[in-house]
């Protein structure tokens, strides 16, 4: 059975969204499984752009069945407006969503505990969430006594579920507040609401799990959509700036129950260059002219929370750390045409960290913030690319980055991205072509 994953390898917005859709057509079901509405995936199809955030980026191919498997979070409400969304613009939704009985569910007090305690980390820097409840829904799933997972929205005792969770859930929030009276959260409205969205996803709720094992057994073909990015990964990333779940290659098994020996292919999906969004250590990050310029070239804004996303050069050894920690097969590199017009690029090759050269991506945050990147220069190219359908239309310039990034990432470029289209795409094996 053919399972292909999409994984970011940088901190998300690698352009996911856009790889998935295109693959999608080869593929007969398309699988969130981890994080949630933090993730903002695009999809230009000609005139249309969809901006998915919880629903698979497949949806809009209606052959395929779309599954949010049981690794995501779910804000119901904001799943519920995203599929409204898509039905008001002609999107087929109804018999090609599944969502898992698993999937842990954000409640207000995640919402409210995000917002209240986003304030900073140990060492002083806010992590800068998305604010959607992500990080204290996964604490309270990995707590258990506190979770409440999709599948228990239908059960009696929902009622009192509710009410012993808003309990200890007010005594949290009032502390948080500094003894200050806050507004306590009031059960039976928030029962009486989740029942409400509970009824109107009941059509799409069902056993994820057992679905994609038989999917499996029936050899049919599964694309595993990454969210984020594997330096976002809560294991293998920038911790503590990262988020809740395993967004590298290694969160996929564990989110939607398909094995890994069942996944034969890896695309790591890249940025030409870096961006980051909320706070953390970005070695190559370029807070002068050339980082505005890729931000404005880019129109590098966060697609769920619009704040600007911090720019810099492309870093390899980041990208080589997350292309071995995901298994990735082959690159896809996208937003190259960004690079347009500039004359110099950057690459980033090694850290200097406290005088020593090293090409390994350091574990602790602390030495991520005193690696100081060595950068290779290497030629620009000033003609506009999105035109580009094969590599042999690209300038010389820019088949020796790709080249470059290729070799130092230690994977073979598959995929090239020369705009937000469908249609701006090359898919070509680097390896192929200068063979
Ligand atoms: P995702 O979260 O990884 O799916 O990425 P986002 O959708 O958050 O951000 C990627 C942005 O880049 C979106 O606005 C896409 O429409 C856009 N995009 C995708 N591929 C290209 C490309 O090759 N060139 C340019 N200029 N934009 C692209
Ligand atoms: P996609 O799937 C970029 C970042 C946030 C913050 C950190 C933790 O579109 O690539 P969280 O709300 O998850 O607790 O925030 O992770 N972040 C993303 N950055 N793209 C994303 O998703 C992101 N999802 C979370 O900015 O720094
Ligand atoms: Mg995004």
């Known amino acids: 059975m053919p399972g292909t994953c999409v994984i970011g390898l940088q901190w998300g917005d690698e352009a996911k969204g856009k790889l998935v859709d295109l693959l999608t057509l080869d593929h007969d079901l398309v699988v969130r499984y981890q994080g949630g509405a933090n993730a903002g995936h695009t999809v230009v199809a000609g005139e249309n752009t969809y901006k998915l955030s919880l629903i698979p980026s497949g949806i809009l191919t209606p052959s395929v069945r779309c599954v949010i498997a049981g690794g995501v979070v779910i804000n119901p409400p904001a799943c519920l407006q995203e599929i409204d969304g898509l039905?008001?613009?002609?999107?087929?939704?109804?018999?090609?969503?599944?969502?898992?009985?698993?999937?842990?569910?954000i409640f207000p007090w995640h919402m409210a505990e995000d917002r209240s305690l986003d304030e900073s980390t140990s060492d002083g820097e806010n992590i800068g969430t998305t604010q959607r409840g992500i990080g204290p829904c996964y604490r309270d799933k990995v707590g258990r006594s506190y979770a409440i997972r999709l599948g228990d929205l239908y059960r009696n005792d929902i009622g009192q579920r509710i009410e012993h969770v808003v309990t200890a859930k007010n005594r949290v929030i009032a502390s948080m507040h500094g003894g200050e009276q806050?507004?306590?959260?009031?059960?039976?409205?928030?029962?009486?609401?989740?029942?409400?969205?509970?009824?109107?996803?009941?059509?799409?709720?069902?056993?994820?799990?057992a679905l994609l094992l038989d999917a499996v057994d029936a050899d049919q073909r599964i694309l595993f959509e990454g969210a984020q990015g594997a330096l976002l990964d809560v294991d293998h990333g920038t911790f503590p700036y990262v988020t809740s779940s395993n967004s590298s290659g290694v969160g996929v098994s564990s989110g939607s129950g398909v094995p890994g020996r069942f996944i034969d292919k890896v695309l790591g999906v890249v940025k030409a260059y870096c961006t980051r969004v909320g706070g953390g250590p970005f070695p190559t990050e370029q807070s002068n002219d050339i980082g505005q310029r890729l931000r404005d070239r880019g129109n590098e804004y966060g697609t769920v929370t619009k704040r600007p996303r911090r720019c810099g050069?492309?870093?390899?050894?980041?990208?080589?750390?997350?292309?071995r920690l995901s298994g990735v097969d082959s690159l896809a590199v996208m937003l190259l045409d960004v690079l347009s017009g500039m004359d110099e690029?950057?690459?980033?090759?090694?850290?200097?960290?406290?005088?020593?050269?090293?090409?390994?991506?350091?574990?602790?945050?602390?030495?991520?913030?005193?690696?100081?990147?060595?950068?290779?220069?290497?030629?620009?190219?000033?003609?506009?690319?999105?035109?580009?359908?094969?590599?042999?239309?690209?300038?010389?310039?820019?088949?020796?980055?790709?080249?470059?990034?290729?070799?130092?990432?230690g994977r073979p470029v598959e995929v090239v991205s020369v705009g937000p289209d469908r249609e701006q795409t090359i898919f070509a094996s680097r390896a192929a072509h200068t063979s």
């Open 87 to 105: 039905v008001s613009r002609g999107i087929r939704v109804a018999d090609n969503l599944l969502i898992s009985d698993r999937a842990h569910v």
């Open 345 to 409: 690029l950057s690459i980033c090759t090694a850290y200097e960290i406290d005088g020593q050269r090293t090409t390994n991506f350091p574990s602790h945050v602390d030495d991520l913030r005193r690696a100081v990147p060595v950068f290779e220069t290497v030629p620009g190219w000033q003609a506009e690319i999105t035109a580009a359908r094969s590599i042999d239309d690209l300038p010389d310039a820019a088949r020796g980055y790709l080249d470059r990034i290729s070799e130092l990432v």
């Open 182 to 209: 806050a507004e306590p959260l009031d059960a039976k409205t928030i029962c009486a609401d989740y029942l409400g969205y509970a009824e109107r996803l009941k059509p799409y709720v069902a056993d994820s799990t």
């Open 313 to 323: 050069w492309f870093d390899a050894v980041a990208a080589r750390y997350t292309a």
